[in-house]
């Protein structure tokens, strides 16, 4: 009797051993590591900033009483990274360039200085965002979008992008001299670099790939 008692003891310990543990609530996971905001003055400007594979985003403000969305590679800044006109740029590190002046800011976004070029989205003459950029050693004073492409002010002539279909298949398209450059594709999809003197040359075709005044033949 004292046996059987015994077992039914011990059964129901064990029982109210196991009831306690599943009733014991699971350690909460731990909340995942904040992602901090990189110091810089920008911060003074700026609001609803986040970074996100090593870009900041930003609401900035700018020089017409708004805000621009404008984002910038963080960790590939040394410097300061400051709020100039609504953009994002990263000031000192070893030599960097600020953002120049001129008129291009009412027509470009996305502006950021990479070695020594400026890159920024610009509209062209049909109103879409077109990637662009220059460097900034040929061009010490303000510049300007024309059409899509960021030119030095007051540089003799300048050429305009010329209409035709080319501009539904081509990219990066940028003028030197009276050379356009482009990335145009051809029938099996691939990308291929052409060029083309602009010099009496009205309309444009991509064909095939190459850039070409006139019809395809």
């Known amino acids: 009797m004292k046996r059987l008692l015994y077992g039914k003891a011990l059964w129901t310990g064990l029982a109210v051993l196991l009831?306690?543990?599943f009733l014991v609530p699971a350690p909460a996971p731990e909340p995942a590591q904040a992602k901090v905001l990189p110091p810089g003055s920008y911060r003074n400007s700026c609001k609803d900033c986040y970074v996100e594979n090593g870009w900041l985003y930003c609401r900035c403000k700018n020089n017409r009483?708004?805000?621009n969305d404008t984002r910038i590679h963080y960790t590939r800044c040394n410097g300061d990274i400051a709020n100039q006109g609504g953009w994002l740029t990263c000031n000192g590190?070893?030599?960097g360039h600020s953002l120049p002046g001129g008129s291009?800011?009412?027509?470009?976004r996305d502006a950021r200085v990479q070695g020594k070029e400026l890159l920024a989205e610009c509209r062209d003459g049909s109103g879409r965002w077109v990637q662009a950029w220059i460097p900034l050693n040929k061009c010490s004073g303000n510049l300007s979008n024309q059409d899509g492409r960021l030119v030095c002010e007051g540089q003799g002539h300048q050429w305009q992008m010329p209409g035709g279909s080319w501009r539904n298949s081509c990219r990066r398209a940028r003028i030197e001299g009276d050379t356009l450059w482009a990335e145009?594709?051809?029938s099996n999809g691939d990308w291929r670099g052409s060029r083309v003197n602009l010099r009496n040359c009205?309309?444009?075709?991509n064909c095939n790939g190459k850039l070409r005044c006139g019809s395809c033949r």
């Open 184 to 186: 145009c594709r051809a």
């Open 65 to 67: 009483d708004g805000r």
């Open 93 to 95: 590190g070893g030599g």
């Open 202 to 205: 009205n309309n444009l075709n």
């Open 104 to 108: 291009w800011r009412n027509s470009c």
């Open 19 to 21: 009831l306690a543990l």
